[in-house]
């Protein structure tokens, strides 16, 4: 008698954990991390343990791979806040040649070139409107066509074109 109820205990339990695991979902699921100070993450690992995705307590989000586009035509991607930035970061360049900031502000769309410390942050490309119109496209430095230093059209240095040919 003692083995038949430990038996239907079992099968009991059994059909519970699948009954739960087959019919159990989540609509919202909550993370609470231990700290606020970004040392404790949240991390999606893959079958072999490695990370594609973290998420610290500072809300830093870190993705291995993000895809925009690959399926649909109308697919985005927004920057939005008040500090409106997009950095590409070239893991293996040369020395302080490994950022670049794409920044929108007060109207301006400026492409930046900040060193490895973010210490300075020259501005390469300028481009001012007015609702949509143009009003200024400002390169700091010398801007040339086709890649041809013979046919550059402004030298910053001297405020005047120099060397442009339409051949």
């Known amino acids: 008698m003692r083995r038949c109820r430990f038996v239907l205990k079992i099968v009991y339990c059994l059909f519970l954990f699948f009954y739960f ?8 699921v909550e993370v ?14 893959d ?8 998420v610290d307590s500072d ?3 870190i993705f291995n791979k993000v895809m ?12 939005a806040g008040n ?19 794409i920044k929108a502000d007060s109207g301006n769309l400026d492409i930046i070139m900040p060193d490895d410390g973010w210490t300075t942050w020259p501005v390469a490309l300028e481009i001012t409107r007015t609702g949509t119109t143009i009003d200024g496209f400002k390169t700091y430095g010398n801007f040339y066509i086709g890649g041809n ?10 405020n005047y074109a120099t060397r442009f040919s339409s051949h």
């Open 21 to 28: 695991v087959a019919f159990s979902s989540a609509e919202d």
């Open 68 to 79: 925009v586009g690959t399926n649909t035509t109308n697919a985005t991607l927004e920057v």
């Open 32 to 45: 609470k991390l231990t700290t606020n100070n970004g040392n404790t993450k949240f991390a999606i690992q």
């Open 59 to 61: 809300g830093n989000a």
């Open 83 to 101: 500090s409106d930035q997009f950095v590409i970061r070239e893991k293996d360049g040369p020395a302080d040649e490994k950022l670049w900031l």
């Open 149 to 158: 230093t013979s046919r550059y059209i402004y030298d910053d240095s001297t």
């Open 47 to 54: 079958s072999d343990g490695a990370n594609v995705a973290t």
